[in-house]
């Protein structure tokens, strides 16, 4: 199986392959020649230069690499093409197999008037909004009128926070229209935008979903993952603590529902902004995430290596009432960054990296010691999840294994995770999707 991906999550997924006694097959860039995916696979191609669009962005390029290594199947990871429908759809049309959704259930659900279109005809709660493209000032003005302000100005084909624009009045409703049509059309090259109303203080909680095709869905459990700045996750856990039984069981059949009327196949998440005792469906991402490793911790089910198994036709093994999630799981993203500057990205080497190890600790990364952190990608690195028997324990051992972890070379988010365990907002549950920004880095 070729990866066309890199770093962390190339790595997770050479090890199932590894533990499946399937040949994993890495690509690489320039930047990429000796990183840890490629150090560890069983056979690696270079796909172009360090640029994502000259290597990991270049479909010819990895398809070209999938025929030289007689691949059989491409999985994408997350990231890069993973949630590409052209990608997917030229995968399908070759000699490959694709791991991950259809192309056509991702194209349903990479427009998101679409996806609120499907998830509202299978009864799910969504935000109040516009299930068509709106194109005008007045119709903004219009849905203002009706609703109120702020309102939520989207990309359709936008996610993490790119293509998002909020206008609080009248006032800015043709400039934050425009700004979001540009976004939408430079970063995703679709200009339609739809309208919401804006929730200013949500908790964002999505459902582990995984299909077969057999026609069987099943959800996994929830993870909250309000713990953001600027629409980017930090830090992710569960349980929820914000959830009780019956509205955790009333969310999780929901996005059951949604997806089993998409035909939805492989794994993903349907994504929730939950206020005021109410949950409304945002959107799906087809295909498996950062965060999938808190589920895994408390499921033991093995999300990637399913993955593969679904996609090689295999029926799904657990009925519904046999996943029993256990205890509490957080995971805390370990990006090369400063904290203390903005978060600002400063790549470099890893002159030393000790993670954490012992009971309850999981770390999952693309680097070893002396490994460089390369500028031209994301900057996580690493991610490192405890478990415990329930929240509390999971964060004293949350505090343990962040103090034991030794890394020197880069700055990192770290300490962030440090002092976030050590916030009285968060340890009581009140934050929100707006906490960290508002109140936590403010203080």
């Known amino acids: 199986m070729l990866i066309a991906n890199r770093d962390e999550i190339a790595v997770r997924i050479i090890q199932a392959c590894t533990e499946l006694g399937i040949e994993a097959v890495a690509v690489y860039s320039d930047a990429d020649e000796d990183a840890k995916h490629v150090r560890l696979a069983d056979d690696a191609y270079h796909i172009g230069s360090s640029k994502a669009k000259e290597s990991y962005l270049d479909q010819d390029a990895l398809l070209e690499a999938a025929r030289a290594a007689d691949a059989d199947a491409i999985h994408p990871g997350y990231g890069f093409l993973a949630e590409s429908e052209s990608f997917a759809a030229n995968v399908e049309n070759s000699a490959f197999e694709w791991i ?74 043709e400039s934050k229209l425009q700004e979001a049509i540009r976004e939408g059309e430079a970063y995703f090259d679709n200009p339609s935008v739809y309208l919401e109303r804006f ?36 830090l992710e856990e569960s349980p929820s603590p914000v959830l009780d039984e019956d509205t955790r069981e009333e969310l999780c059949e929901a996005a059951c529902r949604g997806a089993a009327s998409a035909d939805y196949v492989n794994a993903g998440t349907v994504e929730f902004l939950y206020e005021n005792g109410e949950f409304y469906f945002i959107e799906v991402n087809a295909r498996i995430q950062v965060e999938h490793t808190v589920t895994e911790q408390l499921t033991g089910i093995d999300l990637v290596k399913w993955q593969l198994r679904v996609a090689a036709g295999e029926e799904l093994s657990f009925p519904q009432d046999e996943i029993d999630p256990r205890g509490a799981a957080i995971e805390f993203r370990i990006n090369a960054e400063d904290p203390d500057n903005d978060f600002i990205p400063l790549p470099g080497t890893l002159s030393t990296y000790r993670p954490a190890r012992g009971i309850g600790v999981r770390v999952d990364d693309g680097v070893d010691e002396g490994d460089s952190i390369a500028p031209f990608y994301d900057s996580m690195f690493a991610k490192l999840v405890v478990t415990g028997q329930d929240r509390a324990e999971a964060i004293a051992r949350g505090k343990r294994a962040l103090e034991e972890t030794t890394i020197e070379g880069v700055p990192t988010t770290v300490p962030f995770h440090e002092m976030l365990l050590e916030d009285e907002g968060f340890l009581a549950n009140e934050h929100t999707t707006t906490y960290v920004e508002k109140d936590l880095l403010a203080e």
């Not at 003005?141 to 936008?158: L, N």
């Open 100 to 173: 991950g959704p259809p192309s056509d259930v991702m194209a349903n659900f990479g427009e998101k008037t679409k996806a609120r279109q499907i998830m509202e005809a299978a009864d799910v709660p969504i935000v109040p909004g516009t299930t068509e493209p709106v194109s005008s000032p007045a119709e903004v003005e219009a849905f203002g009128e009706e609703h109120g302000y702020p309102i939520a100005i989207k990309a359709d084909g936008g996610g993490g926070g790119r293509g998002l624009k909020i206008a609080t009045d009248s006032s800015e409703i």
């Open 199 to 234: 929730l200013e203080d949500p908790r964002h909680i999505e459902v582990q979903i995984i299909g077969d095709k057999h026609g069987n869905i099943r959800h996994l459990g929830e993870r909250d993952c309000s713990i953001q700045r600027r629409q980017q996750k930090l």
